[in-house]
């Protein structure tokens, strides 16, 4: 199987983690290609341009990271993290809910690059309010976790605080530890600290991220030492 992704592994971090509680991290072979080139050979697979995309043993092509994973774990010999079971829809929820914070986080963060001048506030101060009111959410649900009980749900909400706490590119990262530059928009602190009001999360994440599939370094080590295309 061929994973088709970014030089950047925060885009591929649930796929990474799932492939390893699968047991099949070993059975991928791996593609970066940068998505924002319009002649990029992405377009060839994928009509979205959108990374990650996988091709299968057997000639299909599945594009969405979310459908990647749950065609890897399909092929688990072992416990799934796509519960078929009562807690199936509350694992879907917490997957959509952490897919979310990731996309909210990364969507301000896009928007901030354009000139202060021409940055659009009102979706700016969308953004900033769906990030603070997803992490209240988490915490709330923090409070029900449990260690032996890992799945899908947790994987994402995992990858999308992961974007909080790795080092990355400006303007992404504050020099403090877990703080992300959010656009000053009406406080006169840039800056967000997901764990200040978030113990249960914090202790959650800090505890969740002790798994060997959760190591960041390993998407690194999976995908390899790979530089950015020229545009």
Same mark, same amino acid.
């Given at each position: ?58 000639g299909e092509v599945l594009y969405g990271g979310l459908v990647v994973c749950e ?27 952490? @897919? ?5 986080? *990364?969507?301000? #963060? &896009? %928007? +901030?690059?354009?000139?202060?001048? !021409? =940055? $659009? ?52 990262? @504050? ?5 992300? *530059?959010?656009? #000053? &928009? %009406? +406080?006169?602190?840039?800056?967000? !600290? =997901? $764990? ?36």
């Amino acid at each position: 199987m061929k994973l088709v992704t970014s030089p950047d592994p925060g885009y591929i971090h649930k796929v990474l983690v799932v492939a390893h509680e699968a047991g099949v991290l070993r059975d991928l072979e791996f593609e970066c290609l940068y998505p924002f080139v319009e002649d990029s050979p992405l377009w060839q697979s994928n009509p979205l341009g959108k990374v990650p995309y996988l091709h299968t043993d057997d000639g299909e092509v599945l594009y969405g990271g979310l459908v990647v994973c749950e065609y890897l774990d399909s092929l688990s010999t072992g416990r799934h993290l796509f519960p078929q079971d009562a807690r199936r829809w509350r694992a879907l929820r917490q997957m959509s809910l952490g @897919d979310g914070l990731f996309d909210a986080v *990364v969507h301000m #963060q &896009l %928007e +901030s690059v354009r000139p202060r001048e !021409d =940055w $659009r506030i009102d979706v700016l101060k969308h953004d900033r309010h769906k990030i603070m009111a997803a992490f209240d959410q988490l915490e709330r649900d923090a409070r029900t976790f449990t260690s032996t009980d890992f799945h899908i749900g947790h994987v994402c909400i995992a990858g999308g605080i992961s974007y909080f706490v790795s080092p990355g590119p400006p303007p992404r990262m @504050d020099p403090r530890p877990n703080r992300i *530059v959010m656009c #000053q &928009l %009406e +406080s006169g602190d840039e800056t967000y !600290d =997901w $764990r200040v009001g978030h113990p249960a999360l914090s202790e959650w994440y800090d505890e969740i991220t002790k798994r060997p599939s959760m190591n960041s370094l390993a998407a690194h080590e999976a995908i390899g030492a790979v530089d950015r295309p020229a545009t």
